[in-house]
Structure formats: C-alpha cells, structure tokens
C-alpha cells in the first residue's frame, strides 16, 4: 500500500473576513451557522487564536 499525503491549501473564506471585522469592531459573541461540511468550523479555528487566550 502507498501513503499518500495530500496538503490542502487553505480556502479563502469571504465569512472569514466578515467574522473577524464584526469580532474586531464589537467584540462580543456571533452566532455561525450554514450547511454542514461548509468550512463553519474551520473558520473559527482560524481566527480563535486572535481572540482567545490559551492557558
């Protein structure tokens, strides 16, 4: 058997940006809904880092 390793590049998600301009400008919670598999999670993994503190 072959291991075949595939490396995505990340999509660029137009929510993204509208997630972290609303969280920049009024820091309070948002609600992210959509289809499933449509990348909801993956975009607040990638602007968590900014916003939440890690122990």
């Known amino acids: ?3 075949i390793m595939v490396h995505m590049q990340e999509q ?3 929510y ?3 997630l972290a301009d609303h969280l920049r400008r009024h820091r309070h919670m948002a609600l ?3 289809p ?3 990348g909801k999670t993956t975009t607040c ?3 968590s880092d900014t916003y ?3 122990r």
Do not use: A
Request: hydrophobic share 35%.
């Open 45 to 47: 993994r990638s602007i």
């Open 16 to 18: 993204t940006e509208v």
């Open 36 to 38: 499933r598999q449509f």
């Open 32 to 34: 992210v809904c959509g």
């Open 12 to 14: 660029h998600r137009l």
């Open 52 to 54: 939440l503190k890690r």
């Open 1 to 3: 058997m072959y291991d």
